[in-house]
């Protein structure tokens, strides 16, 4: 079966799974179709197991025909963040611009080290000879925060708006700046030459700003495309021309194409909104992109659960899931608690901001795909044929599917609890 008819039939089957829970489960659609696809890869596995019925070999064959990272990141990463780009509110992150950069490069920053030293320490305690390096990348692609999980499941909690607005804002933002820490540290663990202080600036003038001035004169020339047609079906056709071949064009000047949707996204948003589009595309804009959103965040969503069908678990992977989840929470509660601290001298704050944004700073696809990117091959337990990439991938797994089905699912009775705080310091 060919690449496109197994998407299709995924899709399918995410859609039906939302379908389902629409009418009996009422869990939130991404939630959903993630413990969905996880319980049948789980059903697959114990069939194969038990000898009822062998799908596992041929579920895992097509699966492995899918190159996750390249579906996400050269695929519908565009699209999503464009989409996500178009719901934030300029007004909101100019009034939270230093929060918002501070938890998106300093909180990312602190996180990396934090965890890869941590993780250093205890696999050293373990006996297991994680190599520094290893455990430094690792925390570099499970720090930031993934504005897909993000976007789909926080933002339609309506949170109040400051913090909704940071998490929002951090998530979007923090990947220009992940992306280079992951790069250095890959080079390093994996490249032949040694990074130096002016390669990594380059790096990161190059993908970080260049990515926001490219999406800056992307969002510009689609602005006035879009203000000289009254054509409805048009202004509407001409927004996908944004994280199609702008995007791909991102990736060939090699500037970043996630930073360059997200800006190209809010200025599309916030400016042609009101004075490039018609009254019709107005009003069906939102609409129409968020239908783009929740088919392709189904899709993602399913492919994230079914991805179990690829791994083989050995104890020491075991040991190291229940390791890494509470180490990451921890992690990302100290990368949020320390910048408040110096947040609340100038501005009060709703008090559980600090507990919204560990609980909701989401995992995802973004994290899976980086980890996917690690080369198989340099082993870490020989006798067990166990090698770094296996570690890492089973590690950002178990942080991501903890991440989307537990936090996701249980951040509601902290919103809950910090609309009433709003609500009562109204009066």
């Not at 970080?208 to 020339?221: K, P, Q």
């Not at 921890?330 to 947040?343: G, I």
């Amino acid at each position: 079966m060919s690449v496109y008819n197994t998407l299709c039939f995924l899709a399918a089957a995410a859609m039906l799974i939302a379908f389902i829970n629409s009418k009996i489960g009422k869990m939130q659609t991404t939630i959903a179709i993630t413990a969905g696809s996880l319980i049948l890869s789980l059903l697959i596995i114990f069939a194969g197991h038990n000898g009822w019925f062998h799908l596992e070999d041929i579920a895992s064959t097509q699966m492995g025909k899918i190159n996750f990272e390249d579906f996400l990141l050269k695929g519908i990463l565009g699209f999503l963040l464009f989409a996500g780009g178009l719901g934030i509110k300029l007004p909101h992150l100019k009034e939270q611009k230093w929060e918002i950069t501070t938890l998106a490069l300093g909180s990312t920053l602190f996180s990396t080290f934090f965890i890869g030293f941590s993780l250093w320490g205890i696999c050293q305690l373990l006996g297991i000879q994680l190599d520094l390096i290893y455990c430094l990348l690792f925390g570099s692609l499970i720090s930031p925060t993934d504005p897909i999980a993000v976007l789909a499941i926080v933002k339609k909690m309506n949170a109040p708006r400051r913090i909704s607005t940071q998490i929002e804002g951090e998530s979007l933002f923090n990947d220009g700046f992940g992306l280079v820490i992951f790069v250095t540290l890959f080079t390093i663990a994996f490249g032949d030459q040694t990074p130096t202080v002016m390669s990594v600036s380059q790096l990161f003038l190059q993908e970080a700003i260049g990515g926001i001035v490219y999406g800056f004169i992307l969002g510009l020339i689609f602005h006035y495309l879009i203000s000289s047609t009254n054509d409805h079906s048009m202004e509407l056709l001409l927004t996908i021309g944004i994280p199609t071949a702008g995007y791909a064009f991102a990736e060939i000047i090699h500037v970043s194409g996630p930073l360059a949707m997200v800006v190209s996204g809010i200025m599309i948003g916030n400016w042609t909104r009101y004075i490039g589009f018609s009254k019709e595309s107005e009003e069906h804009l939102d609409h129409f992109w968020e239908l783009v959103d929740e088919f392709l965040n189904g899709l993602l969503f399913l492919l994230i659960g079914m991805t179990m069908l690829e791994f083989s678990f050995h104890q020491e992977d075991w040991i190291l899931m229940a390791i890494a989840i509470p180490l990451v929470l921890f992690s990302r509660y100290l990368s949020v608690k320390l910048p408040y601290l110096s947040f609340s001298h100038y501005r009060q704050y709703n008090p559980m901001s600090v507990k919204i944004l560990t609980w909701g700073g989401l995992r995802g696809g973004l994290a899976l795909a980086m980890a996917m990117a690690v080369p198989a091959g340099v082993m870490v337990i020989p006798e067990k044929n166990i090698d770094v990439r296996e570690i890492i991938l089973v590690m950002t797994y178990s942080v991501v599917v903890f991440s989307i089905l537990i936090q996701g699912s249980t951040i509601t009775s902290l919103i809950e609890k910090a609309k009433l705080w709003e609500n009562q310091n109204k009066h």
